[in-house]
């Protein structure tokens, strides 16, 4: 093995170690130390110059019971629950929406499609942040669609959307609805229409051509843009605490107000560690999901 | 081709409409001259005029630039050598650790990210400012910048770099002249990308910054916080008219290198 490789191979090894790694052990083991008034907030810190003992009260001082405070307190259940809750339900709302959308781009005449993809991606570049602040302008008690809705005379009251779990629905949506366009979007493309017209052919009405080739054919983008979807709403922060409510429960919302308001470090730690255990099985899914799509390509 | 259907027409507009038109309410309402934010007063500029006077905003605004680029910049390098990594260096120990280490921070909720990092810092007694918001950045951008340049690289013909070694070039020199040239454009987009990310984040800047830096996202959040306010439009409509131009530009050129590539092969096949 040459220098050069080694170097090469070190490098950004070496950092993603000490940037990705390590913290995240340092967040295992906090989980699993206890609350204390100090600086930092917790105990045991481990003492190096206190040599073999300093570690072994280190150690013994390390237990589980952040996390049985968790799991016996239901508000912390009631989080996980809900924010599953709502990043299933609002993959489902952004594929309902993303699907047709998708299809139609799909279907658009060729010379229009780079421009149409242009404008699907061109909101995912532009800032996440200014995205659902312009969503608060529209869907605000003063904001544009109470403005028109009271205009027309469909409502003569503001409907209240802001601050509650709907405003949350509305702004996943908004905000991942390229994620879910665009993964669906390429599988569609690949669609050999000659497909559809064979089925129709072989005695296929139109509809059950639609599910049994077209559904069929994409179901891996599907699957790959509801994942998209679903693993970022779970942890999502920054949705509920600007579009939700108070009693708007999401498990990204909790750990922020741990850490930040209550200042309680091993429950924050704790609390990140069950979300990642959440996260894991629709992680692995995923990955198994591309590997499939990568190898049938091939 | 077949006739577009009035579905697809219908589901293009309402798609197109439900992400653009809050966006375009938001540019117009940057020019009204009311402080009210959703009632119409009349056409001015005068929320441009107070935000470029905000010296909170123009720090703030001055920290994300220098975070943005030089994380960026960073991300780059380091990603576009974990891309090699991946690609070329064949097995070696602990190379299921480091996809790992690439992929994992994809799908990591920022929390997460931004908590464990934190928390780093603190064990190692780094002050929070400036350098702790790079780290952080490079460090999550990378593992972008190396999946845009590894899949480039999977496509790449790798013989036309043997071919340089074989003529006699340095290892050095054929990445220069032969490896480089071909993944640019790949490496361009994931600075690109890296640098929109740094941006755009709020969640691990918030963790990672200290008193001592704000950007502005936080400046941001905190002022959205409390409300909607026509300056947040005026700055808001900035960012979106940058991020436009910045795509757009790089949309045509990447298309523009991507036909030359193609005339190049061609004319090198005949």
Not at chain 1, 36 to 53: F, H, K, M, R, V
Not at chain 1, 172 to 188: A, D, E, G, H, R
Not at chain 2, 75 to 87: E, Q, R, S
């Amino acid at each position: 093995m040459n220098i050069a490789r080694r170097l090469l191979i070190t490098v950004p090894y070496a950092w993603l170690v000490a940037l990705f790694l390590v913290p995240f052990l340092i967040v295992l083991k906090i989980s699993l130390s206890d609350y204390a008034i100090s600086i930092p907030p917790y105990a045991p810190t481990l003492e190096l110059e206190e040599g073999w003992s300093g570690f072994r009260d280190f150690w013994v001082g390390l237990d589980f019971e952040n996390f049985v405070f968790l799991s016996e307190d239901s508000l912390y259940i009631k989080a996980y629950w809900s924010s599953l809750k709502i990043a299933l339900l609002a993959t489902f709302l952004t594929l309902l929406i993303g699907f047709p959308f998708a299809y139609a781009i799909a279907n658009a005449p060729q010379e229009w499609r780079p421009s149409l993809l242009l404008l699907i991606i061109l909101p995912f570049w532009t800032s996440f942040l200014i995205r659902i602040y312009a969503l608060i302008g529209i869907i605000s008690n003063e904001g544009f669609l109470n403005q028109f809705l009271i205009w027309t005379g469909i409502t003569s009251e503001p409907l209240v959307i802001m601050n509650t779990n709907t405003a949350v629905y509305i702004g996943i949506v908004y905000t991942y609805l390229p994620f879910m366009v665009l993964p669906i979007y390429s599988t569609l493309e690949k669609l050999d229409g000659s497909l559809l017209e064979a089925a129709q052919d072989l005695g296929c009405t139109r509809t059950s051509a639609f599910w049994s080739v077209t559904i069929h054919l994409a179901k891996p983008g599907i699957i790959a843009g509801c994942f998209l979807v679903f693993i970022p709403a779970l942890g999502e922060f920054v949705i509920p605490s600007l579009l939700g409510g108070s009693h708007t429960l999401m498990i990204g919302k909790v750990l922020w107000e741990e850490f930040f308001s209550n200042r309680d470090w091993p429950l924050a730690s704790a609390v990140a560690v069950i979300l990642l255990l959440v996260l894991i099985i629709p992680i692995i899914l995923f990955q198994r999901n591309e590997q499939k799509q990568r190898e049938q390509n091939k | 081709m077949r006739k577009p259907s009035w579905f697809n027409v219908v589901s293009l507009t309402l798609g197109f409409a439900f992400l653009y038109i809050p966006i375009v309410i938001l540019v117009i309402f940057s020019f009204n001259e009311s402080k009210l934010v959703s009632v119409w007063g009349g056409f001015s500029t005068k929320w441009y005029g107070e935000l470029m006077q905000n010296e909170a905003f123009l720090d703030a605004a001055w920290v994300t630039l220098k975070v943005g680029v030089i994380s960026s910049t960073i991300a780059t390098v380091l990603g576009t050598m974990a891309a090699f990594v991946l690609v070329r260096a064949g097995r070696f120990r602990g190379r299921t650790l480091f996809s790992g280490m690439i992929y994992a921070p994809l799908v990591m909720p920022e929390v997460i990210t931004g908590l464990s990092l934190l928390l780093l810092f603190i064990a190692v007694g780094m002050d929070r400012g400036v350098t702790t918001i790079v780290l952080a950045h490079a460090t999550f951008s990378m593992c972008y910048v190396s999946v845009v340049v590894s899949s480039r690289m999977a496509t790449f013909d790798e013989s036309l770099e043997e071919a340089a070694l074989d003529l006699g070039c340095t290892p050095w020199d054929a990445f220069k002249s032969v490896t480089l040239p071909i993944i640019a454009p790949a490496v361009a987009s994931g600075w690109l990308l890296a640098f929109t990310l740094s941006l755009d984040d709020l969640v691990i800047a918030s963790f990672t910054a200290g008193p001592s830096a704000t950007t502005l996202p936080i400046k941001i959040y905190s002022s959205v916080r409390l409300g909607v306010s026509p300056e947040i439009n005026a700055l808001s409509t900035l960012i979106i008219g940058l991020v436009t131009i910045g795509v757009l530009v790089a949309s045509v050129t990447s298309k523009r290198a991507i036909q030359k590539q193609k005339r190049d092969e061609l004319l090198a096949e005949h």
